[in-house]
């Protein structure tokens, strides 16, 4: 992206104009005991924030990842020193790609909103959001601020797989996009349809696969960003313009990562900061948990090809803290107390595909009303999920279940392809709370397990307090408990320690997910009056 933004001049540090757009000796205010005195630790997020694409505006660092099938999808991320994060918004409100997103006759299960690319553009101050979607159709949203609202402005009948959204030196719009055949899109002024596209590169069998493009202009360069699944990083290189020719180098292939057991830090973006410093915001494939944002300095060669710095060989569990301009402020902590005040949710949370927006609502707590009757979670509409944090976390929400129905359950689960939930049931009056597992999925994400009930305690009266402790560490237990509590105080652990799966193929990792579905009949309701993420 041509990460470009007017910074004011004050400060007393100039830097060069590059691909940031600054004007040439800018001065930017730094603080020296800030930056020399601390470094970061990878990852620098420890959820799942997969496909990140990264870029800066004036003194703020944004970033967009991957959602697949949750709602609202393709999260903005907001930093002002590239380490510390918080979640300011979506890109993409709703789902509304057809009627499997609604859980309505079919699933989107691992579809959706896949990398994508996030940009801005000086020239009407306009952020742009570009991604294909189904491999039919790319859509493109904008918004005059990271944090919404966004709306659609276009769909492209070319299916940009992957792309990498370029805002020229000259403000004309590029996408570089595909798989293993490598094309550049040109867009129209308007950005709302294509000029022309044109293959620029075919990667050699000796590479095999790359994809996931990030597309920048630097010191008058060209350069495509690529990613080889799940182990390396490419980059293409053109001094003769957007549509090539183009040069192959590898940056980085089987390099060991950060994260104990995980794999290589792969599939992210560049970014320069104000000091003119480069950085490169990667992902770190660690199931169970999911794909985990890790950060490294990067130099660049005489001849214009960029380096990943090193510490002993491998990407660094730490590096000194980039040399930026304090923060005007603390960022929102991903952890912490949610009590759902306000009239709308908090951007931490996202659907398990689009919700039935009359089946719920916040304000005084969040009203789950039943959306679905089912004996299948998978198929529960207004499932709402969270993020788990690494390594391990814990998520306690407190119910109130004295609306429930017959045949109603409702609960707190760890949700993917291989699932388990504590909750409660109601059934012929009784009330109870149970330890469910068994939840499966197939490799084509049809259900083949719909639970097991496996512990089980009565409830006597109308309020509980659920939880349920994760440990996402890459390793052979990965284990989650849950327990309960029923004063609000003093907890008893129900059912066996649940194994979470680590295959990569679901992408997405586990979530924390709240629900309430009916098995007979609609009209049951839960309220959660409050809900904790904490860390050890």
């Known amino acids: 992206m041509a990460m470009s933004c007017p910074d004011q001049p004050v400060g007393r540090r100039r830097v060069l104009a590059t691909a940031t757009g600054l004007a040439a000796g800018a001065l930017l205010p730094l603080d020296p005991a800030r930056a020399a ?134 403000d004309t719009l590029y996408v570089a996009y595909g798989n293993t055949t490598i094309n550049v899109a040109q867009l129209s002024p308007d950005g709302r349809g294509q000029v022309r596209t044109q293959q620029v590169f075919t990667t050699p069998s000796s590479v095999g696969t790359l994809e996931g493009s990030r597309f920048y202009k630097i010191n008058g360069q060209y350069y495509i960003f690529l990613t080889r699944p799940a182990n390396g990083q490419y980059v293409l290189k053109s001094s003769g313009g957007p549509f090539g020719p183009y040069t192959l180098r590898q940056v980085l292939l089987d390099l060991r990562g950060p994260i104990p057991g995980g794999g290589v830090p792969h599939q992210g973006g560049l970014v320069q900061t104000q000091s003119g410093a480069w950085y490169y915001l990667a992902f770190v494939d660690a199931y169970p948990g999911g794909r985990m944002p890790v950060l490294a300095p990067i130099s660049w060669t005489s001849d214009g090809w960029p380096t990943v710095q090193l510490v002993n060989g491998a990407w660094g569990t730490s590096y000194p803290q980039p040399a930026l301009p304090a923060p005007p402020r603390q960022v929102t902590p991903m952890t912490g107390v949610d009590t759902f005040d306000g009239t709308t949710l908090k951007p931490r949370w996202e659907w398990n595909h689009n919700p039935d927006p009359t089946k719920w609502s916040v304000g005084d707590g969040l009203t789950l009303r ?49 699932s388990a939930w504590i909750g409660v049931r109601r059934d012929s009056g009784v009330t109870r709370v149970v330890m469910v597992n068994g939840l499966t999925m197939d490799g084509s994400w049809n259900t083949t397990g719909t639970g097991v009930e496996v512990a089980a305690v009565p409830l006597a009266g109308n309020r509980v307090r659920l939880r349920a402790n994760a440990d996402i560490r890459p390793g052979a237990a990965r284990p989650a408990v849950f327990s309960y509590s029923t004063d609000g105080a003093a907890f008893a652990r129900l059912g066996p320690a649940f194994s979470m799966g680590n295959d990569w193929r679901f992408f997405m990792g586990y979530r924390f997910a709240l629900f309430n579905h009916a098995t007979r009949s609609l009209g049951g309701a839960v309220r959660a009056t409050r809900f904790e993420l904490s860390v050890p």
């Not at 005195?37 to 694409?53: G, L, R």
């Not at 004996?375 to 509409?381: N, S």
């Not at 499932?383 to 707190?412: C, E, K, N, W, Y």
């Open 37 to 170: 005195a601390s470094s970061f630790t990878n990852p620098v997020i420890w959820q799942d924030f997969a496909d990140i694409d990264v870029i800066r505006v004036g003194a703020v660092y944004y970033a967009s990842a991957s959602t697949m099938h949750y709602s609202p999808g393709a999260p903005v991320l907001r930093s002002y020193d590239l380490v510390n994060w918080e979640i300011a918004g979506h890109s993409v409100p709703t789902l509304d790609f057809g009627a499997k997103y609604d859980l309505n006759g079919a699933r989107g299960y691992v579809r959706g909103v896949w990398a994508s690319s996030l940009a801005y553009r000086p020239s009407n101050r306009t952020f742009y959001w570009l991604g294909q979607i189904d491999f039919a159709r790319t859509y493109v949203y904008t918004a005059t601020a990271a944090e919404g609202p966004w709306s659609r402005l276009t769909t492209i009948s070319t299916p940009y797989y992957d792309a990498g959204l370029l805002v020229d030196t000259d």
């Open 370 to 418: 039943t959306a679905t009757v089912t004996d299948d979670l998978y198929w529960a509409r207004n499932t709402l999920t969270h993020r788990i944090q690494g390594p391990t976390s814990t998520a306690t929400v407190d119910f109130d279940v004295s609306a429930m129905r017959d045949g109603d359950r409702a609960g707190l689960a760890l949700l993917r392809d291989s």
